[in-house]
């Protein structure tokens, strides 16, 4: 008898955190961005380049030791409006993809068309926009000295900084507090194109709420690269999915994505996605 107390309590155990994680997963999935009040970004894209921003003509890319290219002879046009997310396996070139298309990255063969007029925002993973000496408040005026301090300070407390970090010097913050200054900095560029590197990594849930709404109001293109399920299915209408030198196109979001993948059919309005 005491054996089977045992075993049922566990069997009780098990269920409870099943139900628990189906819990913690519908919250997920109904998770709406709050609604703030104060400062929104209002992104408008600079409207200085064609619908058409930067095409890719037969591009190749490969690097000494790897048997396989990152890029085969592939063809990709970005157009405004564009919400690009690109995924694929470790190792496959995404982040090489971003940096083929800014032009850090020569292509062994092929054209990059850039068109005139446009202007490209690149969010780097390591931050190498910013000037640690700086505190995030001075950051933003050397940015934008049209900007009040009111109004820094609002855009500042929309990505979770206190009253001491503000005027903390970047070189004494966490990574997290790093890339929120870094995504805000971008954000109040002037540009046309995003390509964003793992924008999500270090962010909690707030500050990746606040990120998706600026997204969401940007009017130009966006490419990102992330492993953030959600972040992809609020951000893109298309997924890049890369792999062995070939980029296949998916339209729509990253759960549109999956369900082609497996052969399901697209999702109805209010149908909650099972993947």
């Known amino acids: 008898m005491k054996s089977a107390n045992k075993y049922d309590k566990s069997i009780s155990a098990k269920h409870k955190m099943i139900e ?3 819990q913690e997963l519908k919250a997920l999935k109904a998770r709406k961005p709050k609604q703030r009040k104060g400062l929104r970004f209002n992104l408008e894209a600079a409207d200085k380049s064609s619908n058409d921003i930067i095409e ?7 690097f000494d030791g790897l048997q396989r290219p990152i890029l085969d002879k592939q063809n990709l ?24 298309i800014t032009g850090d990255e020569q292509v062994d063969s092929g054209e990059r068309d850039l068109a005139p007029g446009a202007i490209i925002g690149y969010y780097h993973q390591d931050h190498r926009t910013l000037d640690f000496k ?4 001075k950051q933003v005026e050397v940015l934008r000295p049209d900007m009040q301090y ?12 206190s009253k001491e970090q503000v005027t903390t010097p970047l070189g004494k913050l966490s990574g997290g507090e790093r890339a ?7 954000l109040l560029e002037e540009n046309n194109l995003l390509l964003l590197d793992e924008p999500t990594n270090h962010l909690d849930m707030d500050a990746k709420e ?42 729509g979001n990253y759960t549109d994505y999956i369900r082609k993948k497996k052969g399901l059919p697209p999702l109805v ?7």
């Open 56 to 62: 890719l003509k037969d591009v190749s890319k490969r």
């Open 134 to 137: 700086l505190d995030p408040v």
């Open 77 to 100: 046009e970005i157009s405004k409006g564009d919400r690009i997310g690109i995924v694929g396996g470790n190792g496959q070139g995404k982040t090489t993809l971003l940096k083929v």
């Open 210 to 251: 606040t990120l998706e709404e600026a997204l969401v109001e940007y009017d130009g293109a966006i490419v990102t690269v992330s492993h953030d399920r959600w972040f992809l299915d609020q951000v893109v209408n298309q997924i890049w999915e890369l792999q062995d030198g070939i980029v296949t196109k998916y339209y």
């Open 269 to 275: 309005d209010g149908e909650e996605p099972v993947l």
């Open 20 to 22: 628990r994680m189906q």
């Open 180 to 186: 929120r200054v870094a995504l805000l900095k971008l």
């Open 150 to 161: 009111g109004d820094i300070r609002a855009a500042l407390g929309r990505f979770q900084f």
